[in-house]
């Protein structure tokens, strides 16, 4: 059985798109063109930026962010606070500040395309 080895998300300007996930993920472009570009994450998991305006089939029309999200697991609260302010100091819209819940400590930012961009410590469920 295959398993799911891609996340695609549909993007106004897969260009301008890549500037911000660059710096994010700490990676250049593994592939790029104007319709599409490409980053080979650490996961083995392929992250893509399609336009919205060419990909077949056609996209359809959501709101702006989608129904879901790119999330990050990282260690522990510190961790998630130490992204907290790097995320604000590179200037990304937060929707959520840094809180507790019952997965575990997070904050939610978003891309400039609306998909939200959560970043989270899971609890120890042994605790």
Do not use: C
């Not at 359809?60 to 100091?89: C, N, R, T």
């Not at 400590?105 to 410590?121: E, I, N, Q, Y």
């Amino acid at each position: 059985m295959p398993h799911p080895n891609f996340i695609l998300l549909y993007v106004d300007n897969p260009q301008q798109s890549a500037k911000f996930y660059a710096p994010l993920l700490d990676k250049q472009p593994m592939e790029s063109s104007p319709g599409f570009v490409m980053f080979a994450l650490d996961s083995g998991m392929m992250l893509g930026l399609w336009s919205k305006h060419t990909v077949e089939p056609a996209a359809p029309k959501i709101p702006l962010g989608g129904s879901g999200e790119l999330a990050f697991a990282v260690a522990d609260a510190a961790a998630v606070k130490a992204l907290y302010a790097e995320w604000q100091q590179r200037g990304l819209q937060i929707l959520q500040q840094p809180v507790s819940m019952d997965f575990g400590f997070t904050f939610t930012a978003v891309d400039p395309d609306g998909h939200r961009l959560r970043v989270f410590a899971p609890y120890d469920p042994a605790l």
